[in-house]
């Protein structure tokens, strides 16, 4: 039981103690708004339940994930070299085949694929 469940439970039993009047309109409207916050508890607890359920999936689905992450860059290392640019609108980290400068270029413009912001990349090979 949670803690909400059994604090409602707490009230509705020292409500009967004191033996409210159903008949008097305060006895009854406090009985109805026991009743409401007995549901409410319900419905939390249903809900925090469903959270963590779907958080539970969601770890699942992150492994998945990682998973198949290494495995795509994995392959893509067999091919060609990457460079990690984090994007400097967004923080968004891409990858950028390495090979990105032509001879002699010393920087070049990106389009981040997240923020659709360009910005320029030096490159680092060549020295102000
Ligand atoms: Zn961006």
């Known amino acids: ?3 909400l469940t059994e604090k409602v439970a707490y009230i509705r039993g020292k409500a009967d103690g004191m033996q409210i009047d159903e008949s ?10 026991i009743d409401l916050l007995s549901d409410f508890a319900e ?13 539970e999936y969601l770890d699942i689905i992150d492994e998945d994930l990682d998973d198949l992450e290494d495995f ?3 392959e893509d290392d ?3 070299d990457y460079d990690e640019v ?8 891409m990858h950028v085949d390495s090979d ?6 010393c920087e070049k413009e990106l389009t981040c694929p997240n923020c659709n912001e360009t910005f320029i990349l030096d490159n680092d090979e060549c020295e102000e």
């Open 1 to 3: 039981m949670s803690y």
């Open 24 to 33: 008097t309109n305060e006895g009854n409207i406090i009985l109805e708004l």
């Open 43 to 55: 419905e939390i607890e249903e809900l925090n339940e469903e959270v963590g359920e779907i958080d």
């Open 72 to 74: 795509v860059y994995e």
């Open 78 to 80: 067999l091919d060609y």
């Open 86 to 93: 984090e994007c400097p609108h967004c923080g968004e980290v």
């Open 100 to 105: 990105i400068f032509e001879t002699g270029e």
